[in-house]
C-alpha cells in the first residue's frame, strides 16, 4: 500500500507543476463545448423542438456538457500516463521496477494517479457551468461525482496500457492521437451514437466513454422528464441486445474493463523486465 501511495503522490505532485500539460488538457474539450455547444446548439434545439415536433425545452449545451467533462477526463488520464514513457527514459522505471513494489502495486499507483489529476480537472469543468447558461441540480452533481472517477480510472488504465507496451514518446503521442477521437466520437458524448452501422456500434458497446458518459447525463440531466421521442433521437436510452442498459451494468463494466486493462499492464511490466 506505501509503494501504490508514493507513486501516486509523484505522479498527481508532478503533473501539477507541469503547467503546460495542465493548460494543454483544458484546450482540446473547451474548443470542443464552443464548437459544439456555442456552433450547434441552435440547430440541434431547433431539430429536437421543431424537427420532432414536441413542445418542451430542450437545452443542448445541457446535454453535450456531460459529455465535454468526459472528453477532459480522457485526454487528462491517458496523456498523464506519458509520465511512464518519460520514466523510462530518465532511467526511473526500472529503478521502480527493482524496487520491492510489486509490479500490480506498480499499475496501480501510475493509474490511480492518473485517474485523480483527470478527476480534479474534471471537476475544474464545473466552473464553467454558471457562464453557459445551464443549470444542474446541486445535488446532482454531488452524485455524480464517484461515477466520474470510475471513468476516470478505466481511462487511466487505456494510457498506462499503452505506455507499458512503447517505449518512446513520440510513438505513444502518435498512438493516443490515433484512440482517443475515435473514443470521443463514439461514445454519444457529443453527439447521438444510437443508429451506427453494425461494426461501429461494435466500438461503441466496447468504448468505456459510452457508459460513463451515459450515467453522467442520467445522473445529471433530468432524462425523465423529457419526451421518450427526444431520448431515443439524442440517444439517451441505451441498450444491448434491443435491451436497456441499467446504471448497476454499466458501473459494473467499467470495474471489470478497468481490471482487465491494469492486469494486462501489469504483465506487461513483468515481460519488459524479464
Keep these: 500500500m506505501e509503494g501504490i501511495l508514493a507513486i ?5 505532485i508532478k503533473f501539477f507543476r ?3 500539460r495542465l493548460f494543454g488538457s483544458f484546450v482540446m474539450p473547451i474548443l470542443f463545448l464552443l464548437i459544439f455547444g456555442g456552433g450547434m446548439s441552435g440547430t440541434m434545439e431547433e431539430l ?5 415536433q414536441v413542445d418542451e425545452n430542450f437545452n443542448y ?6 459529455g465535454i467533462v468526459a472528453m477532459t477526463l480522457l485526454m487528462t488520464a491517458v496523456f498523464s500516463s506519458l509520465s511512464i514513457i518519460q520514466d523510462k527514459e530518465f532511467g ?4 521502480i521496477m527493482v524496487s520491492p513494489i510489486s509490479r500490480v ?3 496501480i499507483g501510475k493509474m490511480l494517479g492518473a485517474s485523480t489529476v483527470a478527476f480534479l480537472q474534471g471537476l475544474m469543468m464545473f466552473a464553467l457551468i454558471p457562464f453557459l447558461g445551464i443549470h444542474y441540480d446541486i445535488g446532482n452533481l454531488l452524485q455524480v461525482l464517484p461515477f466520474m472517477f470510475l471513468l476516470a480510472c478505466s481511462l487511466a488504465s487505456v494510457g498506462l496500457l499503452i505506455a507499458s507496451l512503447l517505449k518512446s514518446t513520440q510513438g505513444f503521442q502518435l498512438i493516443v492521437q490515433v484512440i482517443v477521437m475515435p473514443m470521443v466520437f463514439l461514445s454519444g458524448a457529443l453527439f447521438p451514437v444510437s443508429n451506427m452501422p453494425g461494426w461501429m456500434d461494435i466500438i461503441v458497446k466496447i468504448n468505456p466513454i459510452t457508459y460513463g458518459v451515459d450515467v453522467m447525463k442520467k445522473v445529471m440531466i433530468d432524462v425523465d422528464s423529457l419526451s421518450p421521442l427526444v431520448r431515443e433521437v439524442m440517444g439517451l436510452n441505451l441498450t444491448i441486445f434491443n435491451r436497456p ?3 448497476l451494468e454499466e458501473v459494473l463494466f467499467m470495474i471489470v474493463f478497468t481490471v482487465i486493462l491494469v492486469l494486462l499492464a ?3 511490466f513483468r515481460r519488459a523486465n524479464a
Excluded: C, H
Design 245 to 247: 442498459v441499467t446504471v
Design 105 to 107: 502495486n506498480i499499475a
Design 92 to 95: 526511473y522505471m526500472k529503478e
Design 61 to 66: 449545451v445541457q446535454f453535450v456538457f456531460p
Design 8 to 12: 501516486w503522490q509523484r505522479d498527481v
Design 48 to 52: 429536437v423542438t421543431s424537427g420532432l
Design 18 to 20: 507541469d503547467r503546460a
Design 266 to 268: 501489469t504483465l506487461s
